[in-house]
């Protein structure tokens, strides 16, 4: 009897520790999995603007739908350069990305008339139209192949740099400079007489050590980071452009989350909004800190002379006159803002 007691005692002390943990667990636990868990990619390293920019939009999101959607960024190109990063949120296979509107231009042709050279006279005529309504119309631009753009990142303004010294246009002639995959960067490279080299950014570096080119153009912060100073030590400031960057996110993934409910779409464009502004302001801390790491290496900078600067213009004025009709227009517009 005694033990029958005893055992029933057991039981029920069991229960009552059973029922007092379920009560201890707070309400408000986060699942276990997210109900969506996607991938964000950039080709940039782990500490670049961009993906600290991508991070802080993962954990806005996560914290913000109670961990129901998760994204795990990708940094370092892992998930494939930028061309075939497009193609795969083209199909659903990658949901998120950071892409360059070079890249974004070989597939959207409206996009490319922020490539154009010297469009912007400064950061704040570029910001202008980006954030205004040109800015939204652009992005709109992108929806009909698939993938929906949510914020502009800043990428500062373009530089060409070189292996030998680069001082005036005629020093460009012939010289084999690296450029995005894109036709219409190659165009501007021939015009001011040197040879464009279409090479993704990955293999830049390698490309500049062997040989096989003899420059490339980028901002300060991409210079140092991939670390081409230490190979094409000649950075020749003539800010030919300003090429902004596109937060986007594949329709598969914005269906996605549109079926969890229409809330978690807002949630995940104000927290797209949010990282943008975050970008924006590292982007600057880290342009500086770049321009004095290449100064400090020793690097030859050269300021262009106001008279070089505007043979480097009137030289790739003729890709002004090739955008025609309805760019024409657009082109005005920006010019005006
Ligand atoms: C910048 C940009 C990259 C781009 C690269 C390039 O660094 O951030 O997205 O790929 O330019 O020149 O290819």
């Not at 059973?18 to 309400?27: G, Y």
């Not at 015009?191 to 390698?206: M, R």
């Not at 096989?212 to 400031?237: C, F, M, Q, R």
């Not at 943008?276 to 400090?296: F, I, M, Q």
Request: proline share 4%; charged share 25%.
């Amino acid at each position: 009897m005694k033990r029958i007691v005893g055992i029933l005692l057991g039981v029920l002390l069991l229960a009552a520790a059973v029922l007092l943990a379920v009560r201890l667990v707070p309400r408000e636990t986060k699942p276990e999995q997210p109900a969506l868990l996607f991938r964000y990619a950039d080709n940039q390293p782990e500490g670049y603007p961009t993906t600290l920019a991508a991070d802080y939009f993962a954990e806005l999101v996560e914290e913000r739908t109670d961990g129901k959607i998760g994204i795990r960024v990708f940094p370092d190109s892992v998930l494939g350069n930028e061309i075939s990063v497009f193609r795969q949120m083209q199909f659903g296979g990658i949901d998120f990305a950071r892409l360059s509107v070079s890249t974004l231009s070989e597939f959207v042709p409206e996009i490319s008339i922020l490539q154009l050279p010297y469009l912007f006279t400064d950061a704040e005529h570029m910001w202008r139209v980006l954030d205004g309504e040109i800015g939204e119309q652009l992005l709109d631009t992108i929806r009909p192949f698939g993938l929906v753009g949510m914020s502009w990142f800043d990428a500062g303004s373009r530089n060409i740099y070189t292996k030998t010294p680069v001082k005036c246009l005629d020093d460009m002639k012939r010289l084999r400079i690296r450029v995005q995959e894109s036709d219409f960067l190659s165009r501007m490279v021939s015009l001011w007489g040197a040879v464009p080299e279409k090479i993704s950014y990955e293999s830049v570096y390698s490309a500049l050590q062997t040989g096989k080119i003899d420059g490339a153009e980028n901002n300060w912060p991409s210079y140092e980071a991939t670390g081409h100073y230490e190979v094409a030590p000649y950075y020749l400031l003539d800010a030919h452009s300003r090429l902004p960057e596109v937060q986007l996110i594949s329709r598969n993934a914005l269906d996605e989350i549109s079926a969890l409910g229409d809330e978690y779409v807002e949630i995940v464009l104000q927290c797209a909004a949010e990282s943008a502004r975050y970008e924006r302001e590292l982007w600057k801390e880290r342009e500086t800190r770049s321009e004095t790491v290449v100064r400090e290496s020793g690097c030859i900078v050269t300021e262009l002379s106001e008279e070089e600067k505007t043979r480097f213009q009137e030289a790739v004025a003729p890709i002004y006159e090739e955008f025609s009709g309805k760019s024409a227009e657009l082109i005005r517009r920006i010019q005006e803002e």
